[in-house]
């Protein structure tokens, strides 16, 4: 008997070298989750050019991701992965819901408003538009799940928004998603200012570990991370006061498994620098592995061709049946040559 599993969705935009951030709440999940759930994971290019980037290195991001996600342990076999822009019903779907969604509301979204003051000379209309291609992903395939940060909850409850406008008008067409949000490290903040999320695209480096950096600057970076200037020092969890150390506990949970007040208790009495060194071990440990992996898979650009070709077909099938509901429901004519 063929049993029915879930249908869980994950993205991740190549802009960039994806970090600790994008790792442990997304990526590090993947080898849990893809036996349990139908999953398809997206390669958001699309979504990427919101913020202007060179053609190369968008082209070479891509395959850098396939190739991560295959050394996190991606198993195509499983799980489908394909670039968004290879499925062009996400685009075709993403007009029709910016009929469904006003202007208004996008422009309240936090993500919006950072990326304008960051992107300040760019603030193009696909920044403002980026939650309704997000839920064009989703709605697509039908998604029951989501996989994401913590960064993402105010663009899902928009997609709810979307979803209830668009079924109270036409019987119901879109599963309404879940998000799946890890309990800790769902929101890894910057080194230096750790009131702000870490971000592949943030153009101070120095505030973001990469996966895919050399280990000695990784190490560099989280004795440089920013901490906290009381006297003893204390490994407390406070999101609010110390904020410093509060982000570099939750890196070190998430990598080590061990739980945050675990952490606080081996730590009580001792320096910060012991307790950075301590980290960098761990982080040094699990990433060069992963990096080990990933340069494996990188060398071997056919297989990664192949995998998003096939990748392709699959999602494509499942986004037209869906896409040709929306014209029925909306009454736009189905193309049936
Ligand atoms: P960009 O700066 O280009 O927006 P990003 O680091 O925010 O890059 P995305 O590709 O936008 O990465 O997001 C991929 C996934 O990683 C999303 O599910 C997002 O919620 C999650 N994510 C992003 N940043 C963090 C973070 N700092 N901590 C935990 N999860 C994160
Ligand atoms: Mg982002």
Redesign the pocket.
């Known amino acids: 008997m063929k049993l029915f599993k879930k249908k869980l969705f994950?993205?991740?935009?190549?802009?960039?070298m994806?970090?600790?951030?994008?790792y442990?709440?997304?990526?590090n999940n993947l080898v849990h989750i893809q036996d349990k759930f139908d999953c398809l994971f997206c390669i958001?290019d699309l979504?990427?050019i919101t913020?202007r980037r060179k053609s190369n290195d968008l082209s070479r991001s891509i395959l850098d991701m396939i190739a991560l996600y295959l050394a996190c342990g991606f198993d195509p076999n499983q799980a489908i992965i394909f670039i968004q822009s290879h499925v062009y019903e996400h685009t075709q779907l993403s007009w029709i819901l910016n009929c469904f969604s006003y202007v208004g509301e996008l422009s309240r979204m936090t993500?919006f408003k950072d990326?304008s003051i960051r992107f300040s000379n760019n603030i193009n209309v696909g920044l403002l538009n980026y939650p309704v291609l997000m839920a064009s992903d989703v709605l697509l395939y039908k998604t029951d799940i989501?996989?994401?940060?913590?960064?993402?909850k105010q663009h899902l409850e928009l997609i709810h928004d979307i979803v209830i406008r668009f079924n109270n008008i036409y019987k119901k067409l879109f599963v309404l998603p879940s998000s799946l949000?890890?309990k800790t490290?769902?929101?890894?903040?910057?080194l230096l200012n750790p009131t702000k999320?870490?971000?592949?695209?943030?153009p101070n480096t120095k505030n973001?570990i990469f996966l895919l950096e050399d280990i000695s600057s990784i190490i560099k970076k989280i004795h440089h991370a920013q901490t906290d200037s009381d006297n003893p020092c204390s490994i407390i969890y406070n999101k609010k006061n110390k904020a410093g150390i509060s982000n570099l506990l939750n890196i070190f949970s998430s990598f080590s498994g061990k739980t945050i007040k675990s952490l606080e208790n081996e730590y009580a009495n001792v320096m910060y620098s012991k307790f950075k060194h301590d980290l960098s071990d761990f982080i040094a440990d699990k990433i060069s592995c992963l990096q080990k992996k990933y340069f494996d898979f990188r060398k071997n650009e056919d297989y990664l061709q192949n995998i998003v070709k096939s990748g392709a077909e699959k999602a494509q099938c499942q986004a037209k049946i869906t896409l040709d509901q929306v014209y029925k429901a909306i009454g736009l004519p189905v193309k049936y040559y």
Request: hydrophobic residues 35%; glycine residues 10%; proline residues 5%.
């Open positions: 994950s993205a991740i935009q190549p802009s960039g994806p970090t600790i951030g994008n442990i709440s997304v990526l958001a979504h990427s913020v993500q990326k989501i996989l994401v940060g913590e960064d993402q949000i890890s490290g769902s929101k890894i903040m910057s999320k870490m971000s592949k695209s943030d973001t």
